[in-house]
């Protein structure tokens, strides 16, 4: 377990175990609710978690997010993030939180090694999205395959991109990429779309995108060139196989929110996202709050996800009073 604060590396036992807010999560939420904490002078930790920085992390170039207008890396944009909340007093915790207890204040968050109180907890623990499973995808992410379609479509301009998936996530990116591939093919494993039937008609009725029927991905080239050339199909009704020349892949086959931590702790939807107050950040736990793509299963942007994490700082210092 290991501490940062002010470019120092602190060892168990330098962090007090009382604090005001603890926040879960090292995203974008994450990171603007530990600068907005700090700089009301609540002294924050921030617990990293699994996946240090979040999604943004796997993303080469951003273009989307404000104050970049020659767009920044992903990786580059957490730093930063990280580095201004520990700047103005944050303490960054690289652990990983094995349980919560909400029953009682001060609330108690226990990681592999320690446990730690505190008067308010922020969630930003994020979403993550659901993917093939394939040893290909892995290494060719951010190189041609996405998880995010209104991230990374400006990137395939004129190009032919596979889109995986029958819902209605899978057909909303397909018709956003229309805006920029000059073919968009969505793959299902089954016969017919699992979206809702506006969403199918309107794909329905767009020449650029085409149809690969009862068939799933079993391989995405080319590893060795180090981007996204081709996928080979396999039908599954017949078992047979075939490529198909594409530029990108984008998966969207779902997304699970990371919240099992805080199943029968916390009131969640059927799709396991944090329910909120729509005025706030509230959740139904009074001094607890949730920011980022944890509580958003619609826009899924860095930018709201930064939004709601200053909501949840300034909602934290108002419970504190």
Known sequence: MTI?????????????????????????????????????????????????G???????????????????TGPKLMQDMKDQAIKYGTKVLSALVTKVDFSKKPFTIYTDSEKFNSKTVIIATG????????????????????????????FFRDQEVVVVGGG????????????FASKVTIVHRRDELRASKIMQDKVKTNNKIHFEWNKVVVDIMDV??????????????TNQTHDVKCDGVF????????????????????QGYIITNKKNTCTNIAGVFA????????????ILAAGTGCMAAIDAERYIG
């Not at 920011?291 to 860095?302: F, I, K, M, N």
């Open 4 to 52: 940062y604060n002010s470019g120092m590396t602190y060892k168990k036992g330098d962090i007090k175990m009382e604090h005001d807010v603890i926040i879960l999560g090292s995203g974008p939420a994450g990171c603007t609710a530990a600068i907005y904490a700090a700089r009301s002078r609540l002294k924050p930790l921030l617990i990293e978690g699994p996946e240090p």
């Open 54 to 72: 979040g999604q943004l992390t796997i993303t080469t170039t951003i273009e989307n997010f404000p104050g970049f207008p020659d767009g920044v």
């Open 127 to 154: 979403a993550s999205a659901k993917w093939i499973g394939l040893e290909a995808e892995k290494k060719l992410m951010g190189k041609g395959v996405s998880g995010c379609a209104t991230c990374d479509g400006f």
């Open 168 to 179: 209605d996530t899978a057909i909303e990116d397909a018709i956003f990429l229309t805006k």
């Open 224 to 237: 060795k060139q180090g981007k996204v050339t081709g996928v080979k199909f396999k039908d599954v009704l």
């Open 251 to 270: 998966v969207a086959i779902g997304r699970k929110p990371n919240t099992d931590l805080f199943k029968d702790q916390i009131n969640l939807n059927e």
């Open 291 to 302: 920011a980022g793509d944890v509580q958003d299963p619609e826009y899924r942007q860095a």
